[in-house]
């Protein structure tokens, strides 16, 4: 027996896995008269109970095309796993070696052109030195705690495609394509046996009815042959009859001939009218006779009639038996169809609890989001109290306004405390300003930087600096000295 493929797996990493991965590689593209789309050997299905345990492994991996090592550490670990890979780098090509990644560290180190055998913890020991360059594997980690490990569950489906594409020696869309021809040509398939069970349970109620009304003919046929049978047996008793009272006449012709002389001529009569009546009789038993043989052939042409009619009478019943158990299998399939259904509707509402879930905790993340925006926000803001306090309301206010916590509203509430008697800012980058003195009208001040002795002039109500800039003299009497044309502040002090 020849395998396409052999599964080397751990027992106790992967009981669950292995033979789901087995029942999906032999059931994906499958056409509907096969058995199994590929011939896959898994030793608790495909090896039987013998004590030359390891002859019957050798004699499985010697008869299979592809080997697919399913790695994990429990694996890495197994003497059996380690052992059939072994034996298959000794007979065969490591081309035709699929791995599949089901749990621990996979890692190839391009330098050294092997596993980094540091790192991995799920490659097998028997893999050191076998691979030219890094081997393309599947990553089916995620399988190992998914509830659902059938061709239903798409991720599974498109894994399963892509390992199986080149055992098929075909492409992966290629192989996607072929499944899903072959099961709509078994929907097809289905639609037709079911009606031609359809047909078939009509043909043998039709059969049943002609049978039942060859029955009835060959009833009738059977009881006009026994009546034709009663008359022609009525006809050769006359008939004996006659022959009876024709010898009767014969002797008292005979007789009178003895007694009388003179009435010879009479008793010739009398013989003539015997013979005569003699040749009738014989006729009559002669036709009695025919009519006999007549209705012995009909009563015979009746039995085959009615054995002809038994006959397609059992086939009717046979027929009929057929059909009531295709429709048992009709019911067996749509009592699946409404099982997969459930499970199907019952998926869903889990889906649809998960996205509800996943909402809600997008919605929380979110709401955590603008609480540690806020929070930023108001750390900046307590930092820019006091070199930028508009800086520090606008970070505070921000805060505020995207989350209302306790950290945003207490650097609002610090921030507006130190802004009760500012009407306007003033910005001007270097060291930090000081104003010296307003104009009467307010619109102007004198702002001194550094050391005090520049002074600048500002206009408030544009928040621009004017051109003119001043210093004080030595003995600090006189503050500035401007053009009137730019609104200059002087004052003596």
Do not use: C
């Amino acid at each position: 027996m020849s395998y396409d493929a052999f599964i080397s797996y751990s027992h106790s990493s992967d009981g669950r896995l292995a033979p789901a991965l087995h029942r999906a590689l032999q059931s994906l593209a499958k056409p509907w008269h096969q058995r199994r789309a590929l011939h896959v050997f898994l030793d608790n299905s495909g090896l039987a109970v013998t004590h030359a345990l390891w002859g019957a492994i050798k004699g499985a991996l010697d008869e299979s095309r592809y080997f697919i090592v399913l790695a994990s550490p429990d694996a890495a670990a197994s003497r059996w796993v380690n052992q059939e890979i072994d034996w298959w780098i000794r007979t065969k090509s490591a081309d035709h070696i699929l791995p599949v990644v089901t749990e621990g560290e996979w890692i190839w180190d391009a330098r050294s052109g092997d596993f980094d055998w540091e790192r991995s913890t799920a490659v097998p020991p028997a893999l050191k030195d076998v691979f030219a360059q890094e081997p393309r594997h599947l990553d089916l980690r995620w399988a190992v705690g998914s509830e659902r490990l059938d061709l239903d569950n798409s991720r599974f489906r498109e894994a399963v495609a892509e390992l199986a594409a080149p055992i098929h020696g075909k492409s992966k869309d290629d192989l996607e394509s072929e499944d899903l021809r072959q099961h709509r040509r078994f929907r097809r398939v289905r639609f037709r046996a079911i009606a031609a069970l359809v047909g078939l349970s009509l043909l043998a109620v039709v059969a049943g009815t002609v049978a039942s009304v060859s029955a009835r003919k060959a009833a009738t046929s059977l009881a006009e042959a026994n009546r034709q049978q009663r008359s022609a047996i009525e006809e050769r008793q006359h008939a004996e009859q006659a022959a009876a009272e024709a010898r009767k006449q014969e002797g008292v012709a005979k007789t009178q001939k003895e007694l009388a002389l003179a009435s010879s001529a009479e008793a010739q009569r009398q013989q003539r009218l015997a013979d005569k009546a003699a040749k009738e009789a014989q006729e009559a038993q002669r036709t009695a006779e025919a009519q006999q043989r007549v209705a012995e052939a009909q009563k015979r042409r009746a039995a085959t009639a009615a054995a002809e009619a038994q006959r397609q009478q059992q086939i009717a019943q046979q027929q009929q038996q057929l059909a009531e158990a295709s429709a048992r299998q009709a019911d067996l399939a749509a009592a699946q169809a409404r099982e997969q259904q459930r499970i199907a509707k019952e998926n869903q509402r889990r889906a649809e609890q998960a996205a509800k879930q996943a909402k809600l905790m997008a919605q929380r993340a979110q709401e955590q989001a603008r609480l540690a925006q806020s929070r930023r926000l108001a750390g900046e803001a307590i930092a820019d109290l006091n070199d930028r306090l508009d800086r520090a309301l606008l970070l505070s206010k921000q805060g505020f306004e995207i989350s209302p916590s306790a950290e945003a509203r207490g650097a609002l509430f610090l921030a507006l405390e130190q802004t009760s008697e500012i009407t306007t800012y003033l910005h001007r980058s270097g060291s930090r300003a000081q104003v010296l003195a307003a104009s009467p009208d307010g619109r102007t001040v004198a702002v001194a930087h550094g050391n005090a002795s520049e002074v600048e002039l500002w206009d408030v109500a544009a928040r621009r600096r004017l051109g003119a800039q001043f210093v004080r003299t030595p003995d600090l009497q006189v503050l500035a000295v401007g053009r009137a044309s730019d609104r200059s502040l002087a004052e003596d002090r």
